[in-house]
């Protein structure tokens, strides 16, 4: 069993920043790729910034310069440095990770930008 916890989200004036953590937890042989998505109201879940499977990053043009993905691998835990918050930043932002070939999401932390 294999769990995914985040923590960070919160209520953001634009410009402003957060730092979005998600740790991965249990029976964890081999982590693949790890990283995050986002869902904003009445959109679909996209691709925000992860780490692939051989330890390349990939960002989203929108967050590229204002987003950095960071990992602690001894604690299983990835971040997400977020600066320059715009209000189009509002989602839901969830963890990603395929960990024993198997994928896994956590239940997602709320990020609303707004004055």
């Known amino acids: 069993q294999v769990q995914l916890v985040e923590s960070g989200g919160n209520l953001v004036q634009p410009g402003g920043s957060l730092r979005l953590s998600c740790a991965a937890s249990?029976?964890?042989?081999?982590?693949?790729?790890m990283g995050w998505y986002r869902q904003p109201p009445g959109k679909q879940r996209e691709l925000v910034a992860i780490f692939t499977n051989v330890g390349s990053t990939n960002y989203a043009d929108s967050v590229k310069g204002r987003f950095t993905i960071s990992r602690d691998d001894a604690r299983n835990t990835v971040y997400l440095q977020m600066n320059s918050l715009k209000p189009e930043d509002t989602a839901v932002y969830y963890c990603?990770?395929?960990?024993?070939?198997?994928?896994?999401w956590g239940q997602g932390t709320q990020v609303t930008v707004s004055p």
């Open positions: 249990g029976s964890i042989f081999r982590i693949y790729a």
């Open positions: 990603h990770a395929r960990i024993n070939l198997n994928d896994y």
